[in-house]
């Protein structure tokens, strides 16, 4: 039985689910699950219809979540299915419309089981980090599956830089059963380690990359494990032990299985191994809710991460220097130059985003661009509002970046309120990490998640940062632990060397994302940290070396910040 609400609440979806069973006399089985299933792209058809299939074997309610974020309604439509329609569990299909979107994790928490496991599946477009993302860091699992991308590989590296104990994807699962054949191959006597190894397969195959991955981590360094390139009806089409004594080959020869030929027997052998379905791969997965760290450490293998910050800053044009007479000289030259900037976006691409920061000279400058915006030909409906960085108070307290700006943001400069997007505080009812989390997949949900993971694209048109004494910028500070992370977009900050301890700060890859970055520094203890700046990038050592614009960046400085140049 099927039945739709709209413009409905989780009360209310959860009082319909009651009736339905009551109705139809279904007897509620013991659910071992609650399998989420996030989704904004491609048909809902076959993730539902491998879901309803796995609960055959794994009785799960399954939540079914789309998010229609370009919606012109603020609302959230739902569809129930039992019985027959939705095999052993239960279908709840979510559509969040608009700036529901913002709370999908707590939009979620009354349909969930209590005392049973949260397994998330991304069927289509993941997030860069699932363990970030507020769906899945309250799952026990994280399924992705990049072979859907539009870019396999790439989804693949962001998916390496940002992998927790927990994640996995189908594409992992794919060669689950070439993995076990040539575990086999391996042992056919007389046993012995291959002089090499050669898989063949489509370019960039995410299956391939993996198996590769996988027989390097597994034999070391003294076996090559070489990919060739091919043209193929399928993604992994071929492994070749090289033995002294000849040749195992394993070759997919048809959708039901592999042709294997050894050496010494002219006959082929043919190994029934069908190619396996979205159910089969699912189920796979839920049958071991327990982390496969097999899975991590290829990844580890497949994409050697160097884990340095200032990567991000390497290959863009040089910083360029405007000099001022003082703050409010600065103040000016920034404001200036960032509202012609969100002017030609918005008449260039229909859309701007402006960063700002804060400290004296970061609020000033907001203020100014703000008064000067609502006086500028601009249509401010157009301009989404953003913060490097915030610290972790309650949201009326007068330490955020945010609260002296937020009124000369929304009522002067008449920027709608859903564009001004500000971290959460510290009386939000999330954790530091939750509220981190929580910010990252706003980003995403605007359409940030392309250009933060693909080098030199950009997402924000004008970036502002102040730069400390110490050479910090957002909340990312010199040699200090959290300021190392590379994977999430927002990260937690914790023991901050400036007060309050607690802060939340845009990450390396989301800074580095900006068509146009403007520095703006007054006063003489600064001069030291620009000076170093200036120098070479050093993500470590002086955060604001670090951070470039795909197109400018500008050092705007008074008299003193400029002192050493």
Known sequence: MISTLDNTTASQISAKLRDLREEEGLIS???????????HTGSLDDPIQAAVRASQEHPARIIVIVTEHGSKRDALDAEIRVGTDAGAGEVIILRAHGRVNAGLDTLITPLLLPDAPIVTWWPYTPPASPSQDPLGAIAQRRITDVY???????????????????????????????????????????????????IEGIEDNPSSLLMQAWLQNSLGEDVPVEFKAVEADHGLSAVTLHREDGDIRLMRSSEEGITMSLP??????????????????????????????????????????????????????EPTDVFTADMDAVVKAVAKDAVARIATAIEERGIAHLVLTGGRAGTATAERIAISLEFADVDTSKLHVWWGDERFVAAKSSDRNDRPVISALTTGAGIPVYNVH????????????????????????????????????????????????????????????????????????????????????????????????????????????????????????????????????????????????
Not at 509 to 525: E, I, K, M, Q, T
């Open 29 to 39: 089985l013991n659910r071992v699950a609650t399998l989420v299933i996030v989704t």
């Open 422 to 565: 500000t971290i959460p505080g510290a009386d939000a009812g999330m954790s530091l990490d939750e509220a981190a989390a929580w910010y990252g997949q706003q980003l995403t949900i605007q359409g940030g998640d392309s250009a933060f993971t693909t080098q030199g694209e950009a997402y924000f048109d004008v970036l502002l940062l102040g730069v400390g004494p110490d050479g910090h910028v957002a909340s990312l500070f010199p040699e200090h632990p959290d300021a190392r992370a590379t994977s999430a977009y927002a990260v937690p900050v914790r023991q901050s060397p400036k007060p309050p301890s607690e802060r939340i700060s845009l990450s390396w890859p989301v800074l580095n994302s900006s068509r146009h970055v403007s520095f703006l520094v007054a006063g003489f203890d600064k001069a030291q940290a620009v000076k170093t700046a200036h120098t070479k990038i050093d993500a470590a050592q002086c955060p604001a070396s670090a951070v470039r614009g795909t197109e400018s960046t500008t050092w705007f400085l008074d008299k003193e910040a400029a002192h050493f140049l």
């Open 148 to 198: 859907q991308c539009e870019s396999p590989k790439s989804s693949l590296l962001r998916l390496a830089r940002g992998y927790k104990s927990g994640d996995s994807d189908l594409s992992w699962s794919r060669i689950t059963n070439w993995r076990g054949l040539v575990a086999t191959a391996y042992d056919y006597p007389p046993a012995g380690t291959p002089t090499a190894i050669t």
């Open 264 to 317: 010494g027997n002219n006959d082929d052998q043919f190994v029934t191994m069908p190619k396996r379905t979205m159910y089969d791969l699912l189920s796979e997965e839920l049958r071991r809710l327990d982390p496969d760290d097999v899975y991590g450490d290829v990844l580890k293998k497949a994409f050697p991460l160097t884990g340095d910050p200032g990567s991000f800053a390497v290959g863009k044009p």
